[in-house]
């Protein structure tokens, strides 16, 4: 059974750095089929897609903040981290982590989300 | 890279059927059959509904179908049911230099 949790701060202030973790369980990521990715949602807006690590360490990043977004695993905690800098209040969202591999190509299992609100 | 285009909202009585259209361009959902549609209810996670444009997961209602025709992608909902109501979002892997994912801008379906 695949599950995927985020966790991280629910506050952060502006131009502050923001760490979020991805904890999975049910697969490895070792291989380079198999890939975790962040996704946010703003509240009451549509979902956008941040960043995707593969198993064999590709990385791959949203052209609009690929110089403000850094992801990395480690494979033996079997976490994902994502940082985002310079934090600003529109980067207030959920912030969600998902499994995807390539059959079937899609985001098949999602965490629950993590709320994160940026504001002084 | 923008956001796939959406219709804002589509509504229908129970046991009609519905199509939520997902238009992208020629850099991503004209290029690829890897399209997927996204569930997504109040406070809740999405949950993928359709991939590889066509495809179901396995427990899926097959009240829910996907096509594709050029740059445009479609999500057919069949014998619309009070359970439907929800927000969709279709995704479409982006190749090209960046080989990225976009997601659309979402539709809220409304069961009369």
């Known amino acids: 059974q695949i599950t995927l949790k985020e966790s991280g701060p629910t506050l952060v202030k502006p131009t502050q750095t923001l760490t979020l973790t991805c904890t999975f369980s049910?697969?490895?990521?070792?291989?380079?089929?198999?890939?975790v990715g962040w996704i946010r949602q703003p509240p009451g807006k549509a979902l956008e897609w941040l960043a995707l690590i593969y198993g064999d360490n590709i990385e791959r990043y949203s052209p609009s903040l690929k110089t403000r977004l850094t992801i990395t695993k480690d494979t033996s905690k079997n976490q994902v981290v994502m940082t985002m800098t310079n934090l600003d209040p529109v980067d207030t969202a959920t912030y969600y982590c998902a499994h995807r591999q390539d059959l079937p190509h899609a985001f098949d299992f999602w965490g629950q989300g993590t709320m994160v609100t940026v504001s002084s | 890279q923008s956001a796939l285009s959406q219709p804002a909202s589509v509504s229908g009585s129970p046991g009609q059927s519905i199509t939520i259209s997902c238009s992208g361009t020629?850099?991503?959902?004209?290029?690829?059959?890897?399209v997927s549609w996204y569930q997504q209810h109040p406070g809740k996670a999405p949950k993928v509904m359709i991939y590889?444009?066509?495809k179901r997961p396995s427990g899926v209602s097959n009240r829910f179908s996907g096509s594709k025709s050029g740059n445009t992608a479609s999500l057919t909902i069949s014998g619309l049911q009070a359970e439907d109501e929800a927000d969709y979002y279709c995704?479409?892997?982006?190749?090209?230099?960046?080989?990225?994912?976009?997601f659309g801008t979402g539709t809220k379906v409304t069961v009369l």
């Open positions: 995704c479409s892997y982006a190749g090209g230099s960046t080989l990225n994912y976009v």
């Open positions: 049910g697969f490895s990521l070792s291989t380079s089929a198999v890939s």
């Open positions: 020629s850099s991503d959902v004209g290029s690829y059959t890897l």
């Open positions: 590889e444009v066509t």
